[in-house]
């Protein structure tokens, strides 16, 4: 993977929001994109969408609270609400008026919350192989029990076959248990609650910016009746299918992935 630089900085907090130290890359000029990676993740995971679409805009890829190098406080939960709030002290402090965001599984719930908070600064969302809510079974029980008894690199392996096709497990698997076992290990587990005890149906039909809504055809996680189900439920969304690809196309196909964003982002350009 190439060497990109990234900045760290104390984000400017809300009242009663805990403070930390989030390190994100920025790179390009333009109309911004704002890209959120999902549960375990980071921002680096972006890289052939920072590469190529920071040629045409402003791009910027954060690493949520207690992932990748950003920092976090234990004695603090990670909930949806806490991850949108720390995206939106980034933006606002890196003084960002405008822009286009995009969530991946965790962060396209992120991408709604945001919404709901901070719609002004949202020019159109596109929302990567998430959902609204999970529908019974809900798994949360039976995947804590398994989580508890594993260690990070161990519950990575059992999720690689889970969040990509069987070709990308060859080629991504070791990427994936990096990346998870550089995560904290309490905000991973604050998060997998946070996730599968979501629920934004309500929120859906309030959405009135452009929305596009992208889902791997292999994805076991959050599979095409979940994005066919967003689609239903947001005016003028538009739903693609992206080949070749599970639970995480921008890494599994980027190429596919960067052409439908970039065909998104031109147009509306300036919008």
Known sequence: MPEMTFSTRAIDCPRHHPCIDMSYYDRGAGDTLVLIHGLGANAAGWIEQIEELSTSYRVIAMDLRGHGASGHRPEESATIR???DDIAALIKGLRVEGAHVCGNSLGGMIALELFVRYPSWMRSLILEDTTAFFPPPNMLEEFLRLFDHLDMQAWARFMAPRLLTPTSVAILEGELVQTMAATSRAVYRQGLVAAL???YR???PTLDIPT???VGEEDQATPLGYARFLASQIKDAVLQVVPEAAHLPHRENPRSFNVIIRSHLEG????
């Open 268 to 271: 509306r350009q300036g919008k």
């Open 202 to 204: 309500w929120m859906l």
């Open 197 to 199: 005890q979501a629920d």
């Open 212 to 214: 596009l809504i992208l």
């Open 82 to 84: 806490t991850f949108a």
